[in-house]
């Protein structure tokens, strides 16, 4: 299905500032677009989950890989639309649907995450067939015990070294593979969370940061490995925030050019007129501060945060909302702009479909946006349906 071209009337943008609490104040008058879906798998939510990043972009076009009910469906997108890539779609055939995206030049290497199943697929871009290729795909080794796993994603450090970490029978685990393709044993970073916890990995520089929840403890937490040190040598666990029902099971992350991490958590305070999310930016140091912010109120139900920037440009932050109003669902677009004496959140546009029922799942690239690229995001709702904005018509 061809996504059709939108045009915008004219609108005004209505920005506002943050409170002295730092959250969101809802106005009117925020411009919003009704959007077509680019493409329909027969799996719903196929965007999911959290925290994945499943889109890339390199020079040869944009990609988005999304879950289907016979195994993940990797699309292209040509002047015709979206298309579906056969020949990488035939041999991941039958393969977990939820996948998180490492992209470096021409090679992508994707985790895929099903029940108690973990498998690292790789593809290289061909210059002759103008398309992907796939080289192979493995299982990780997994704990005979393994009851259940929500989530995982994939990363890589300096030194080359592949990393994946994710959530089983209530631990948090990480696998290591010096060549993408042959995986050691998983090594426990966490025990003792909750069965609704995830985790996080990400790269940094010369280092790799896990980041997990814990609700039985209120508490987010981090620990760190060095690239020079041995795989199996990790920071003694970090507390990022403990306490006031700050941790819920939504991450996600994005890197800037000058070393810092930012982070958008979902907290579990769940009260009218509190903050429901918390950015959480971390310095070279590895110093956190942590801003709450968007408020739960008794018309709006925000959700399943991301964050990604322009390369030295701007940062944004998306979001899914419920309006209890009118019992319907949009994607906010937002942007964070640091200030001297604090951060500030504008709303930009409120991203809707024609469905009456749910979506969200909000994914994009695990990379930060080019200038001169398109900066796209993704998102999906319940009857299989992909929705596509790009950030530079803003």
Not at 363 to 384: E, H, M, N, V, W
Request: overall charge negative; charged content about 25%.
């Amino acid at each position: 299905m061809k996504l059709k071209n939108c045009s915008l009337l004219v609108f005004s943008f209505f920005c506002f500032l943050l409170n002295v609490g730092n959250t969101f104040a809802q106005k009117k008058g925020i411009p919003e677009i009704y959007l077509d879906p680019i493409f329909h798998v027969n799996y719903g939510d196929a965007t999911a989950d959290k925290p994945q990043s499943k889109s890339w972009t390199t020079d040869e076009g944009q990609w988005i890989m999304v879950g289907d009910e016979d195994g993940p469906k990797l699309l292209k997108k040509e002047t015709s639309g979206w298309v579906s890539q056969p020949d990488v779609n035939q041999a991941l055939y039958s393969l977990p649907g939820r996948a998180d995206v490492w992209s470096v030049e021409n090679v992508a290497t994707i985790v895929l995450v099903g029940d108690c199943v973990l498998n690292v697929a790789q593809l290289i871009y061909s210059n002759q067939t103008k398309q992907y290729e796939h080289q192979w795909n493995v299982f990780l080794p997994i704990p005979q015990d393994c009851h259940s796993m929500e989530t995982a994603t994939i990363t890589q450090d300096s030194k080359g070294r592949y990393w994946v970490c994710a959530d089983a029978n209530e631990k948090i685990m990480v696998w290591q593979s010096s060549n993408g393709k042959d995986w050691s044993d998983p090594f426990t970073i966490a025990e003792n969370i909750n069965e609704d916890d995830i985790s996080l990995i990400v790269g940094l520089k010369n280092q790799v940061s896990v980041i997990w929840s814990n609700q039985d403890t209120q508490s987010i937490m981090e620990r760190i490995h060095y690239d020079k040190d041995s795989p199996d040598h990790w920071s003694e666990p970090i507390i990022v925030q403990e306490g006031d029902n700050n941790a819920d099971d939504h991450l996600n992350a994005t890197v800037f050019e000058n070393g810092e991490m930012a982070v958008v958590t979902k907290n579990s305070v769940d009260k009218i007129n509190h903050p429901q999310f918390v950015l959480r930016v971390r310095d070279k140091k590895g110093k956190w501060t942590n801003i709450p912010y968007q408020n739960l109120t008794k018309l709006i139900s925000p959700t399943r945060p991301i964050i990604n920037h322009i390369e030295s440009g701007k940062i944004f932050e998306i979001h899914s909302v419920k309006d209890r109003e009118d019992n319907r669902y949009y994607i906010s677009v937002n942007e964070i702009v640091k200030k001297n004496d604090g951060w500030e959140f504008k709303e930009l546009i409120q991203l809707k479909t024609k469905i009456k029922g749910k979506n969200g799942d909000v994914t994009s690239s695990k990379a930060s946006f080019l200038p001169d690229r398109a900066k796209l995001i993704f998102f999906s709702d319940d009857l299989g349906n992909v929705y596509s904005f790009d950030l530079d018509t803003l």
